[in-house]
């Protein structure tokens, strides 16, 4: 695909020259007559959880949970455009909040919910075809294709695990969809442990100091993944009822629990992921008519609408 994208300085510049121009137009307070032509809901979304597990005033459900979801502007474009807007949580949340007025706070969007609301504002932003390319496993042929975005919006997601406890020894454990902020977090924590590997490698460090400083990078990364599933437990209840929910006392318990403990979490977590449907793309290739199926994942190369 020959997508020619701005380099990250003329989007730097782009950036500025419109951040510019926006400090030096006039507050209009009222009486706009361009009003009439300003961001108007494109679409309506419900959310996979529908409502539940967001904290407090994070966001403002309309009674018929339905979202109403405005196209990104120019500025949202290029906000999302810039290099580090992947590393940069910010930049989401703030398109988020612009394009979905009644989120207050997209830090504490429940994962569950995500993607339901990113193919929200894509479809809004940019209707609902997309384009994709995927190279053929039986004859390595690159096509591009079409699809219809609506076909994610209808899957059905049965978030119902999240209302069953499991057990450990006689403690019943119940858990909850990751936020976005934790999600953030530890995808930057991880991006920078893999940044750490690659700069000890590019040592002239013997093998044994390389090594040590290896296995160092490995145990941040295995800290992560504890703190990572703490996140996810809504509380523990001992058997006398006593239900502990301290992100203190659960950070604590699950670092110095036996790894079992970790088996049971993690099973328990599988089986609820499987009630959210895999985004996988039905393709068959002009080429051989061999058929496969293409997983979807949204991010920064198919977000946008190409501009080839
Ligand atoms: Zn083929």
């Not at 706009?32 to 494109?42: A, D, F, K, V």
């Not at 209707?127 to 079409?146: D, F, H, K, L, V």
């Not at 100091?209 to 599933?229: A, G, I, P």
């Not at 079992?260 to 393709?283: R, Y």
Request: with cysteine.
């Amino acid at each position: 695909m020959s997508t020619e994208s701005p380099t990250p300085e003329e989007l730097k510049a782009m950036q500025e020259t419109l951040l510019k121009a926006q400090a030096q137009a006039q507050p209009q307070q009222s009486g706009n007559p361009l009003s009439g032509y300003m961001r108007t809901p494109q679409i309506y979304i419900t959310l996979p959880s529908g409502g539940r597990f967001w904290k407090e005033n994070s966001i403002d459900l309309p009674s018929n949970g339905e979202l109403p979801v405005l196209a990104m502007s120019t500025k949202d474009e290029l906000i999302l455009k810039s290099p580090d807007a992947l590393l940069n949580g910010q930049a989401v949340v703030d398109v988020i909040e612009h394009c979905i007025p009644n989120i207050k706070d997209a830090w504490e969007i429940p994962v569950c919910d995500f993607d339901t609301i990113l193919i929200g504002i894509r479809i809004a932003s940019y209707g609902e075809q997309m384009e994709y390319m995927s190279q053929c496993p039986g004859c390595n042929e690159t096509n591009e294709y079409e699809i219809d975005l609506r076909r994610f919006m209808d899957m059905t997601v049965d978030i119902s695990g999240y209302d069953t406890t499991t057990l450990y020894k006689d403690l019943s454990v119940k858990l909850k969809p990751a936020t976005y902020r934790a999600i953030n977090a530890s995808n930057m924590e991880q991006f920078e442990q893999q940044r750490m590997f690659t700069v000890v490698n590019a040592t002239d460090l013997s093998e044994e100091e390389k090594l040590k400083q290896f296995n160092e990078v490995f145990s941040k990364l295995t800290d992560l993944n504890v703190r990572q599933m703490a996140e996810t437990i809504e509380y523990i209840e001992t058997p006398d009822g006593n239900r502990v929910t301290e992100r203190l006392f659960l950070n604590e318990f699950i670092e110095g629990a036996d790894r079992k403990i970790i088996d049971v979490v993690t099973k328990h977590q599988q089986a609820i992921n499987a009630g959210v449907p895999e985004k996988d793309i039905p393709t068959k290739c002009p080429d051989c008519g061999h058929e496969y199926t293409t997983p979807f994942t949204f991010d920064q190369s198919n977000f946008f609408e190409s501009v080839s």
